[in-house]
């Protein structure tokens, strides 16, 4: 393991050399600092030595920056405000004002809640930044309880040891189909009269509660389904529908804004239901930026 680099100088010597750059005077510095000037001149003294350069030309009559004291005096000035700032910053923080979160969401959350309350949250709090992250459900949960994400928005199965979660969405899933299939004009389907129609879906370890509530409202209707298809993420299966490969599932808030060359139609009789939940993790203490976030998304779902 490397050795902690030591520092030849301590914070205290950067502060008065940049009051005595500051007024260029000794007097007056010390006077400003309330220190004794010899003690000022011994701290600029040592701090030269340490540097091994002089950063000032001193004279009877006046005392100047040398050509290192100016390099010196422009790198101190931003970092010194840095560390001024930092009780600031400290308090923003504890009061969730700035900060940064990691969040996971699905393609039902992007197409429903979650754009509204990102936009919410940013007016908010501005000073806190989202990271997004695509991903399944099975791999939000594991995200979450390994903490490499603050909360995430998926499709539980069941209750999830180790999270918590607020219900967002609840719907019935409708068709999507190609805008030239048979049925296309249909105002509403059942799931019988797709039994030659061919399905995309995704894979089923990427959320088994669902896929398995397909298979269901299948075995309902008395159909086996073709499945042509399985492919993730969503936006990939909504790509293989409008190439004409089969139909797919969706959730009426996905379906509000479609490409021409495809549709969406409510199903009559069994259909799989899709459950859209924000989780974040149980057992650990919830830090500010994300009590903010969650905040606002409990709000959407009120």
């Given at each position: 393991?490397?050795?902690?680099?030591?520092?030849?100088?301590?914070?205290?010597?950067?502060?008065?050399?940049r009051e005595v750059a500051r007024q260029l005077h000794f007097r007056k510095a010390a006077e400003t600092l309330s220190v004794a000037q010899p003690a000022l001149s011994r701290?600029?003294?040592?701090?030269?030595q340490a540097l091994g350069v002089?950063?000032?030309?001193?004279?009877?009559?006046?005392?100047?920056?040398?050509?290192?004291?100016?390099?010196?005096?422009?790198?101190?000035?931003?970092?010194?405000?840095?560390?001024a700032n930092i009780p600031n910053e400290m308090r923003a923080m504890a009061e969730g004002q700035v900060g940064h979160i990691r969040i996971g969401f699905t393609g039902l959350a992007m197409a429903s809640v979650l754009p509204g309350i990102l936009r919410e949250f940013h007016r908010r709090h501005p000073g806190i930044r989202v990271e997004l992250n695509e991903s399944p459900t099975s791999a939000q949960v594991a995200a979450l309880l390994?903490?490499?994400?603050?909360?995430?928005?998926?499709?539980?199965?069941?209750?999830?040891?180790?999270?918590?979660?607020?219900?967002?969405?609840?719907?019935?899933?409708?068709?999507?189909?190609?805008?030239?299939?048979?049925?296309?004009?249909?105002?509403?389907?059942?799931?019988?009269?797709?039994?030659?129609?061919?399905?995309?879906?995704?894979?089923?370890?990427?959320?088994?509660?669902?896929?398995?509530?397909?298979?269901?409202?299948?075995a309902k209707s008395g159909v086996s389904p073709r499945i042509a298809e399985e492919v993730w993420p969503r936006a990939n299966g909504v790509g293989l529908v409008r190439a004409g490969l089969g139909?797919?599932?969706?959730?009426?808030?996905?379906?509000?804004?479609?490409?021409?060359?495809?549709?969406?139609?409510?199903?009559?009789?069994?259909?799989?239901?899709?459950?859209?939940?924000?989780?974040?993790?149980?057992?650990?203490?919830?830090?500010?930026?994300?009590?903010?976030?969650?905040?606002?998304?409990?709000a959407a779902a009120a």
């Amino acid at each position: 393991m490397p050795r902690e680099y030591q520092y030849p100088y301590e914070l205290r010597h950067l502060v008065y050399f940049r009051e005595v750059a500051r007024q260029l005077h000794f007097r007056k510095a010390a006077e400003t600092l309330s220190v004794a000037q010899p003690a000022l001149s011994r701290q600029i003294a040592q701090l030269e030595q340490a540097l091994g350069v002089p950063l000032f030309v001193r004279s009877r009559r006046k005392v100047e920056l040398s050509p290192a004291g100016h390099l010196l005096q422009e790198r101190l000035d931003p970092l010194l405000r840095a560390l001024a700032n930092i009780p600031n910053e400290m308090r923003a923080m504890a009061e969730g004002q700035v900060g940064h979160i990691r969040i996971g969401f699905t393609g039902l959350a992007m197409a429903s809640v979650l754009p509204g309350i990102l936009r919410e949250f940013h007016r908010r709090h501005p000073g806190i930044r989202v990271e997004l992250n695509e991903s399944p459900t099975s791999a939000q949960v594991a995200a979450l309880l390994s903490g490499e994400i603050a909360c995430g928005f998926f499709h539980p199965d069941a209750s999830t040891p180790g999270l918590q979660t607020q219900v967002l969405l609840h719907e019935k899933n409708g068709i999507l189909l190609p805008s030239d299939h048979p049925l296309a004009g249909r105002p509403t389907l059942r799931l019988k009269e797709l039994a030659d129609t061919p399905f995309v879906l995704f894979p089923r370890s990427h959320n088994p509660g669902f896929y398995d509530r397909v298979l269901a409202a299948f075995a309902k209707s008395g159909v086996s389904p073709r499945i042509a298809e399985e492919v993730w993420p969503r936006a990939n299966g909504v790509g293989l529908v409008r190439a004409g490969l089969g139909a797919t599932f969706m959730a009426p808030s996905e379906a509000r804004q479609l490409p021409a060359d495809i549709v969406f139609r409510p199903l009559a009789g069994p259909a799989p239901e899709s459950r859209l939940v924000v989780g974040w993790p149980a057992d650990k203490e919830c830090p500010p930026a994300l009590q903010a976030f969650l905040e606002v998304a409990k709000a959407a779902a009120a």
